[in-house]
């Protein structure tokens, strides 16, 4: 296994999906039966077609009345109506099972999801989830709309139509099965290849969408050094090895379906035989060989259909498998614990940390964020500080050393407690479809309209988002009010003081406005961390000038701390920074 998909989230093995199918079943197995017991129904109904059109051709051969011929071809007319009412409801209700069982399957999974760690995901990327959630869903969910109830009226009149041709003569029954172990052999032929085939697809399709994201969520850099040649290449390379294991689906396919009609020719063939010696031997009528005749060229479109759908099975087994995968991510049992309300104070002592074995980023940080204390962190791309902050966080434990968020370590503070306890805000915001009032409760789900306000007011909002064309009912986000970057980072504040944990990581959450609105970001960061525990990554270091300390780092290392007057008066690294960042900018509060 290379070391790229050793890195992708869980995927269930076979048997684990097919329990997994049956434990979503489970609580709807009336629904099931109900289903079952229609489709065998509305089989069987359809099954009298051939003896009615057998009993015809006796009756054109003894020149019976137009009359009884009449009867029979109005039985005909009856039977085709009374099957197709009963294979539309019970389509239906395979239908409504095959919905609900999905929509459990997807609840489970985004539950699973968004309870993964962030550093588990990172790792996968987020190409891996992207994919699991939109091309193998729709791929189920288009399976269970179509594919799911054809395949079961298929199977249904398979096993049926082979029991209507023992009644009518065993014989007629035995020739038919001389096409089964041609297409036993065929399907397992197929099936022991197309399962770790679909199952590929997947995840080159995963790389694939991973890749695309990279290139278009960075477009600006790959532009600025341009790498435009490279990226393309890349997209190419995945995009080709997607299309390859494609082709190789479709020769698998062909040869598939070349096997199976060799069956259905002996098949055909022995049948008629039969059917031909039968009625010499005066043992069968003309109009039971037909029927027997029939019987088995009947179950020409039953068997392709299944066997197309056997494809379509197995590349969406494949896409399912994924889901189960991520859906059964086990829960951690550890009962999360919750830091003392108010009281943070955060200890980080002898901390390393490596994302590859080898490679240190942070090298015995030491570092005490006392309550209430506001700090920043600054230094040069690469010092190491978003790596500090996503380890303060929580979202990954260190490599070695210790992190305490007020005595327990922050990646124990699971669940609500987390929430309840610590916040991380990055400069990457999303903005959720829908009223922006909907989009602040997502930080207090019971807030009144009168905290929205109080809370946008609070961050210098409230102006903008009264003004917006419905006020906090305006529709932000897709399909929505488009806010601009500044807005959305007043957006995650107001969200935060709603929220209201005792300690917040800011990761550069001015980066994304522009000078004039990161000033007025800058003033909403230090009401909305008023009177909290504060770690920010500072972008500009006019916002690490009115902390209350400054940390800098350099290669992993903290090499200075101390206010901003005192690092200045120091002439060292910081104040080398500030000369340097300050030399063109209008640095007056």
Same mark, same amino acid.
């Given at each position: ?105 997807? %609840?489970?999974?985004? %539950? ?37 109830? #054809? @395949? ?12 209507? *041709? ?29 399962? +770790? ?34 990226? !393309? ?12 294991? !494609? *082709?190789?689906?479709?020769? @698998? ?17 022995? &049948? ?11 043992? $069968? ?15 020409? !479109? ?18 399912? =498998? ?34 590859? +074995? ?16 506001? &700090? ?23 490599? #070695? ?7 327990? +370590?922050? !990646? ?49 909002? @409230? ?12 529709? &932000? ?21 709603? $929220? ?15 000078? =004039? ?35 800098? *780092?350099? =290669? ?34």
């Amino acid at each position: 296994m290379s070391e790229s998909s050793a890195q992708l989230l869980p995927v269930a093995t076979p048997a684990r999906t097919r329990a997994a199918v049956a434990e979503l079943l489970r609580p709807h197995g009336s629904l099931a039966v109900t289903a079952f017991a229609v489709m065998v129904g509305a089989t069987a109904i359809g099954l009298l077609t051939q003896p009615l059109l057998g009993r015809i051709v006796d009756q054109a051969a003894d020149r019976a009345s137009v009359d009884a011929i009449t009867t029979t071809a109005a039985l005909l007319v009856a039977v085709a109506v009374a099957q197709g009412i009963t294979t539309g409801f019970g389509l239906s209700l395979i239908s409504r099972l095959g919905e609900t069982t999905l929509a459990r399957l997807r %609840e489970r999974f985004v %539950e699973r999801a968004l309870g993964l760690p962030l550093e588990r995901v990172e790792r996968a990327g987020a190409g891996d989830l992207t994919a699991r959630v939109t091309a193998d869903v729709s791929l189920i969910a288009e399976a269970v709309r179509n594919a799911l109830p #054809e @395949l079961a009226r298929s199977l249904l009149t398979i096993l049926l139509t082979l029991g209507a *041709m023992a009644l009518l003569d065993w014989r007629f029954l035995l020739a038919a099965l001389l096409a089964v172990p041609v297409q036993v052999a065929t399907a397992r032929w197929y099936v022991a290849r197309a399962v +770790p085939l679909y199952a590929e697809q997947r995840v080159a399709a995963g790389a694939q969408q991973q890749q695309l994201l990279d290139t278009v969520a960075g477009a600006s850099t790959v532009r600025a050094f341009r790498l435009e040649r490279q990226h !393309t290449e890349r997209v190419t390379e995945r995009s080709r090895s997607v299309v390859a294991l !494609t *082709m190789k689906g479709v020769r @698998l396919v062909l040869g598939f379906y070349s096997r199976l009609h060799i069956a259905e020719y002996l098949g055909l063939a022995a &049948v008629l035989f039969t059917g031909y010696w039968l009625v010499r031997q005066g043992s $069968a009528s003309v109009g039971t060989a037909t029927a027997a005749a029939l019987y088995f060229h009947s179950l020409f !479109t039953p068997v392709n259909a299944a066997l197309v759908l056997l494809d379509d099975a197995q590349s969406a087994m494949a896409g399912l =498998a994924r889901l189960v995968g991520v859906a059964d991510v086990p829960v951690s049992a550890a009962p999360a614990q919750q830091a003392e309300s108010g009281r943070i104070e955060v200890v980080v002592r002898g901390l390393r940390h490596s994302y590859r +074995p080898g490679h240190p980023v942070l090298h015995d940080i030491d570092l005490t964020i006392r309550h209430g204390e506001r &700090v920043a962190l600054v230094g040069a791309s690469g010092a190491g500080k978003t790596t500090l902050a996503r380890l303060v966080a929580g979202i990954q434990p260190p490599t #070695e050393g210790t992190v305490l968020v007020d005595g327990v +370590p922050p !990646t124990e503070l699971g669940g609500p407690a987390a929430g309840r306890t610590v916040a991380l805000i990055t400069q990457e915001t999303h903005v959720f479809a829908g009223p922006l009032a909907d989009d602040l409760r997502l930080a207090k789900p019971d807030a009144t309209d009168d905290e929205l306000r109080a809370a946008l007011d609070r961050v210098d909002a @409230l102006g903008w988002a009264e003004a917006l064309p419905d006020g906090l009912d305006t529709v &932000v986000g897709d399909g929505g009010h488009r806010l601009t970057g500044d807005r959305t980072q007043a957006l995650a504040l107001a969200r935060l003081i709603l $929220a209201d944990p005792p300690l917040v990581i800011l990761d550069e959450a001015t980066a994304e406005a522009g000078s =004039a609105g990161a000033r007025a970001l800058e003033k909403a960061v230090a009401r909305a961390t008023d009177g909290r525990t504060a770690l920010i990554v500072a972008h500009r270091l006019s916002q690490a000038a009115t902390a209350d300390r400054i940390v800098v *780092m350099d =290669a992993g290392r903290i090499v200075e701390t101390g206010t901003h007057d005192e690092l200045r008066a120091a002439g060292g690294r910081y104040a080398a920074l500030w000369a340097a960042w300050s030399d063109t900018r209008d640095t007056r509060p």
